[in-house]
């Protein structure tokens, strides 16, 4: 078998995938080439409605501008760690703060787990944090009211059904699109059965444009699922905040501009990979 024939399956029962033609895992979009225009067309239409967003978040500034670069605190989140970029820091725990939801689920836990117990205790909120992940890459259970230590795909749904307008539910998973996923159970199960009202994010989204060309190797592929939507103009979707989009937009961006210049952030490139939308039924 030849070296493009094969990729390792991560956590799964198999040891190779076997394609059956040679796979050119390269961007088609951006880094060079223009954006998807119906893509670009379809979220840059959103352009005021994440402004006055980000201008409401921005009103959170002194609380944000609190957190550090760095800390050793346990359980406490930091700007300098190496999977949740700023402006996705800042959006979630934006969100949680002026959004209050009763319930916050997250498939996939880590540093947005940190961001999301800040906002919660900052703002005094009674929010409840469950977390859906196997095998989270750092201790976050003392943060959590639930752990489901199971991948989405074997842990029951029922718990989506709970959810209300307000909620939040963030997906930062396997990224592929593979038979039973969990990439797969979030966007063919999960999403379409939300209650009007519930936010959803999906890390590692860089619409309108293509992944990285170093991530090819990577085979990530839920931003296409997401894009099928998009593309569709699903009407019950709304998009609430691209963050890749406005990490290239100068007068998204600026209306950041006093918490960049904090302290904690100061130097650091403020820029995300998460993509929220709103169920609106």
């Known amino acids: 078998m030849n070296p493009w024939q094969r990729l390792r399956a991560k956590r799964s029962g198999a040891r190779w995938l076997r394609l059956d033609y040679r796979v050119r895992a390269r961007p088609r979009y951006g880094y060079g080439a223009p954006a998807h225009p119906g893509l670009w067309e379809r979220i840059a239409a959103g352009r005021s409605a994440y402004g006055a967003l980000l201008s409401g978040i921005a009103a959170l500034t002194p609380a944000l501008a609190a957190i550090p670069a760095s800390t050793a605190e346990p359980g406490e989140p930091r700007w300098d760690n190496r999977f949740f970029p700023p402006l996705d820091g800042i959006a979630l725990y934006g969100l949680i703060a002026l959004r209050r939801p009763r319930l916050y689920v997250e498939v996939g836990s880590g540093d947005s787990t940190r961001f999301a117990r800040r906002a919660v205790r900052d703002c005094g909120l009674s929010t409840r944090i469950v977390s859906i992940d196997p ?66 994010g999906v890390h590692d989204v860089y619409l309108p444009w293509d992944y990285p060309p170093a991530w090819g190797g990577r085979f990530y592929s839920e931003q296409y699922l997401l894009a099928a939507y998009l593309l569709a103009d699903c009407p019950w979707l709304q ?43």
């Open 239 to 281: 998009v609430l905040l691209p963050n890749h989009f406005i990490t290239h937009d100068e007068e998204l961006s600026g209306k950041l501009a006093d918490l960049a210049g904090s302290p904690g952030l100061a130097g650091r490139p403020l820029h995300g990979e998460a993509f929220w939308l709103e169920v609106r039924r």
């Open 135 to 200: 095998e989270p890459r750092t201790e976050i259970d003392a943060l959590c009211d639930k752990v489901v230590r199971a991948r989405l795909e074997d842990a029951g749904l029922d718990l989506f059904a709970d959810l209300r307008a307000g909620d939040v539910v963030f997906h930062d998973g396997s990224h592929r699109v593979f038979q039973n996923s969990d990439t797969v159970v979030t966007f063919l199960d999960v999403l379409p059965s939300l209650a009007p009202g519930v936010a959803l």
